[in-house]
DNA sequence: CCTTATTAGCTGCATATGCAACTATAATAA
DNA sequence: TTATTATAGTTGCATATGCAGCTAATAAGG
């Protein structure tokens, strides 16, 4: 237990990180929206699942990959089903596992979103860096994320 | 309707964010889970208005400064309010506004938070920076955050 | 082998959020 | 002034999320 002040650098420094997500998170969701299209949690998963090899991955490995715990993935992937996007089959390998596969429904719906998400990266984000300083930015935000890996 | 392609490095640099932010809010919300403490978001309002002069602001002024749309105001001040940690009251200038003004109660569960919170920003944020890298990330989140000024 | 512990996934219930419609007041225009 | 439009806030209903408890199957320990 020690000091519990933050400097005006390090206040400034997380807030900015808090606030600037909720901004883009924000414009993710609004452009999606405007477009009649689904959340980003469904491009997410959709994702996923379309670069996995065969176009599946078992239930619990696709929680890892989208940092949602059981519960929402079981009901995420029931979303998807109940629409056509994905299916949901019994694991060969572990009798306690479902794997989740993309359906071709689900691979265009994930095309058709892409340019509306790829336009908000390149205009609220990408459009504010330099190469240089997005390598910088690259090195901070590894630094980040190093203690999470695995 | 350009190329609708990522390099690698930009992939890295957005996935990288979202992912970062992820781990953080996730670690914040899990912390103070564990030691029996309301939500981030509460914080977030109880800390404004704390901030603010009189400790009271516009419920539309809230909003504003915590990235909440009209009817999530209104729901939040609803649980403080029946927690006892903020009242809501006329507007004494417009007629259709209300204000939310933080209680004794509201200041002092903030302070019961602050550690809890401060605790993971030191340890799972700061700690991966020296003041020349913070420097350095607050130059990049500035960048993102001052198309969102105002 | 049998017992126990762990893991994968699902579900009921409570709470939180999004959307659209609504009331009331204020601001603007005629 | 009156008519129109915009803003502040609330609410009903539908959907989404969190929590705790559940089943079934695998893994670990005796």
Redesign the pocket.
Known sequence: MANLKLTTDETKAWMGLIKAQQHLTGKVEEKL?KNGLP?Y?WYDVLLELDKAPEGSL???EL?KKVL????????????LEKEGLAS?NA?PV??????ACITGKGRMLRQKMWPVYYNVIKEHFLSQFNAGQLGQFIECIDRINSQFKN
Chains 1, 2 share one sequence.
């Open positions: 929206k959340p949690s078992r239930l619990n929680g949602l715990n059981k519960y929402n993935v079981t009901r995420l992937i029931d979303r949901r694991c572990d009798g306690r596992g479902k794997v």
